[in-house]
RNA sequence: UGUCCGAUGGUGUAAUGGUAGCACAAGGCCCUUUGGAGGCUUUUGUCAUGGUUCGAAUCCAUGUCGGACAGCCA
């Protein structure tokens, strides 16, 4: 799968060059920068910062990642000299792609960070793991193990009962290196054996009680191969990697922090160019939607949505297919801070984030999603005027246009109500509306067809109410769009809106699936939208602000030449919904 | 009746022994040729109980509540 990126600005860079801090977005210190800051008064590192972004490629990257990149970048590109490296943790090919290693790279690129030359993978160290392991063995800290993967859980013991330690714990180290060696050698079925380190099976802390190590999995690898039938385990590949790279704050999320002890152990256990210090915070959680790539990728492969890049996805690919900003997500990273509070986000905070940056660099368009069509029946037929139109009131540098006037036009059907509710005031019969950069018109009469769907809407115009004119500045309540039916350009507009109807759709109840709660309105599809003739030549790099409707960008997939297909990134505040709701 | 971690308005965070502040959300007002944007404004908070201190969100103790951990996943 590829999307097509709307930024320009990759840069490439050669090695040691500092990771790029991400401009726009300067984040407030946290306890993970106070740490680091404290390091380098103290000199604990040398006074290096190295930090790393990790991903396991196994799934597309999600907005919860962007927390972490922008953590590590952020921290590297902060620090005069500071570093932060992109290393794959690809140590379970079983789950492991190179598609996830593409897009993993193509998503921090456009977040806006860069590794420069620091791109490594965890399976680079595969050979250099395996001598250390033979060490430990030496050491007599690792021995191999035949206990069934269901014997191994029996002899755990629980949190709070001890394990019992394994038949197999006092082989010899001789013994234990030759059936290492063997099982590299592919002696062995998948699953027979384990290397495990020497612990303390009554630990009180579970990940200390002789852990395994290495397993046997006679499993293709996506770089190295058929060269292994064994493979390291998290654990133990994810500290050595890091003493490796010469990692300085090895920063993780929560769930790891129970796991601190083993990376410690292993390191001190070892001859080791350094002992990185693992630093944990609390990952994101976002209201109404799910976070965890096990259940993105059920989503993608029960089709629920299109694919990882689905508009409606929390994935770094679906905001951005959606037209979300890299901008607009590191402002959201910076806002909601980093601690060890495991709370929920409201996904309200990523929306004003994506808001508030539109708001300044998108172009102001009119298009009617819903038509309805408009006669003014006492303007000249046949004739056009062009309509200035400002671009971005926000930006006076983004000059403006014209846009064609005509006596057939569509509005919005919610722009009409033939009974207006209380406190309406828009269109209804009897009524004067604004319509912007134009004129203001009154209803007279509403034509329906024999079902009684209102199929047309007479109206006259004030001839002297056209902007810069003589009765232009009459107060009238309501402003609302148009688009000249003559004019218009018909396009497909896709309307998203949030994926789940609870705000926890994971935490949802006893027995119940997330999937019970997808949102069934997370997408309408309009086919006969009626935009304003500039659209015709919109591309996906443009950000477009659909006067009161919301913010829209041509889908990258799926327009053509002259044929846009919009997605609407997000809605515009709307007070007048709140109104009613309410 | 294990280990580790955490708790500040509805939500996310700041205050590092010295005036509990910011943002989002919600409400109100002003402004407006986008019911957008903007401006002004209001409501709401230190988990509990003790202790140390001139002074505690912050330090200590106890309790309560919440989270993580029992893959040959990461």
Not at 233 to 240: G, R
Not at 400 to 411: K, M, N
Not at 528 to 556: I, N, W
Request: some cysteine.
């Amino acid at each position: 799968m590829t999307t097509t990126s709307t930024t320009t600005s990759t840069t490439t860079s050669t090695s040691d060059t500092p990771a790029a801090a991400a401009p726009g977005a300067a984040a407030a210190s946290d306890f993970i920068r106070d740490i680091v800051a404290a390091d380098n008064q103290s000199g604990k590192h040398g006074g290096k910062v190295v930090t790393r972004f990790p991903p396991e490629p196994n799934g597309y990257l999600h907005i919860g990642h962007a927390k972490s990149i922008c953590l590590n970048f952020g921290i590297a590109g902060e620090n005069p000299g500071g570093v932060c490296h992109l290393r794959f943790d690809d140590t379970n090919p079983a789950r492991e792609d190179v598609e996830y290693v593409d897009s993993i790279q193509e998503d921090v690129r456009w977040l806006g960070f860069d590794w420069g030359a620091n791109k490594f993978y965890a399976s680079d160290y595969f050979e250099r793991l395996y001598q250390y392991a033979e060490e430990l063995i030496k050491l007599g800290k690792a021995f191999v193990c035949d206990l069934t993967a269901e014997e191994m859980i029996s002899f755990r013991g629980s949190p709070t009962v001890p394990g019992r330690e394994s038949p197999y714990r006092e082989r010899t180290v001789e013994e234990n290196l030759n059936l290492f060696a063997a099982m590299r050698a592919g002696d062995f079925a998948d699953g027979a054996k384990t290397l495990r380190a020497k612990i303390d099976m009554a630990s009180p802390n579970i990940h200390m009680r002789d852990p395994a190590i290495y397993r046997i999995r006679k499993v293709d690898h996506h770089r190295t191969g058929d060269a292994w039938g064994i493979y390291p385990m998290y654990d133990y590949a994810h500290c050595l990697s890091d003493s490796i790279e010469g990692i300085t704050h090895s920063i993780c999320t929560l769930e790891f922090e129970v796991h601190r002890p083993l990376y410690d152990w292993i390191l001190d256990a070892l001859k080791t160019p350094c002992h990185p210090q693992q630093i944990e915070f609390a990952r994101l959680n976002l209201s109404y939607t799910v976070m965890s790539k096990r259940k993105l990728l059920q989503l993608v492969q029960e089709e629920l949505v299109e694919d990882w890049d689905d508009p409606r996805m929390p994935t770094i690919a679906g905001l951005r297919r959606r037209g979300v900003t890299p901008e607009a997500i590191r402002h959201f990273c910076a806002r909601i801070g980093v601690t060890k509070y495991n709370g929920l986000t409201d996904i309200a905070l990523l929306e004003f984030s994506i808001r508030e940056d539109l708001n300044r660099r998108a172009l102001r368009v009119m298009a009617v999603l819903r038509p309805i069509k408009v006669v003014l029946t006492n303007y000249p037929e046949g004739q056009t005027e062009e309509m200035p139109a400002v671009n971005n009131p926000e930006d006076p540098a983004a000059g403006s246009r014209t846009v064609p006037f005509s006596r057939v036009l569509y509005i919005e059907r919610d722009d009409f109500m033939e009974v207006p509710a209380k406190k309406f005031f828009r269109l209804f019969p009897g009524n004067e509306v604004r319509l912007r950069y134009a004129y203001i018109i009154k209803c007279n009469t509403v034509i329906k067809d024999d079902a009684g769907n209102i199929t047309e809407l007479q109206c006259t115009v004030d001839p002297d109410s056209k902007s810069g004119g003589a009765t232009a500045g009459r107060k009238i309540k309501g402003t609302i769009h148009w688009v000249s039916a003559a004019h218009a350009l018909t396009a497909e507009v896709r309307l998203y809106d949030r994926l789940f109807t609870v705000p926890e759709p994971d935490n949802a109840g006893e027995g119940r699936d997330f999937k019970e709660f997808l949102n069934p309105h997370s997408l309408e599809t309009l086919t006969d939208c009626k935009l304003e003739p500039s659209l015709a030549t919109a591309v996906p790099e443009t950000r477009y602000q659909f006067e009161r409707l919301g913010y829209f960008r041509a889908d990258p997939k799926d327009s053509a030449a002259g044929k846009p297909v919009f997605n609407r990134t997000i809605g515009l505040r709307d007070s007048w919904a709140k109104e009613q709701a309410g």
